[in-house]
């Protein structure tokens, strides 16, 4: 079972930047497709950004789409998740993600992932 921890959350500033890591042991995830998704107080968990296990296609919300960027470096096993220009509305727990199978649509369900962190919190302050 693959163990994903997430890091670089803190407390930033609108319109400011944070990059999240989130770095996988107990196995590869060089297969895996990855995603992110968070979750406010008092709402729901929700998607952000998907990556597959090539890098070659990327999926966002469109509430993050030009402002936030996933990448992957399957060397060091890790996923990154490029935060620019936030807004209020992105505080929240920051949930790194993954899947071993394969998708055929947008997976911007939790159904489509089976492993995930702990979460990092990102707290954008005015």
């Known amino acids: 079972q693959v163990q994903l921890v997430e890091s670089g959350g803190g407390l930033v500033q609108a319109g400011g930047s944070l990059r999240l890591s989130c770095a996988a042991s107990?196995?590869?995830?060089?297969?895996?497709?990855m995603g992110w998704f968070r979750q406010a107080p008092g709402m729901e968990r929700e998607f952000v950004a998907a990556?597959?296990?090539?890098?070659?296609?990327?999926y966002y919300a469109e509430s993050v789409k030009g402002r936030f960027t996933i990448s992957r470096d399957n060397v060091e096993n890790t996923v990154y998740l490029q935060m620019n220009s936030l807004k209020l509305e992105d505080t929240g727990v920051y949930f790194c993600?993954?899947?071993?199978?394969?998708?055929?649509?947008?997976?911007?369900?939790?159904?489509?992932?089976?492993?995930w962190g702990q979460g990092t919190q990102v707290t954008v302050s005015s």
């Open positions: 990556i597959t296990w090539s890098g070659l296609s990327k």
């Open positions: 107990g196995g590869t995830v060089s297969n895996y497709g």
């Open positions: 993600t993954g899947s071993a199978r394969g998708w055929k649509t947008k997976p911007e369900r939790e159904a489509d992932f089976g492993s």
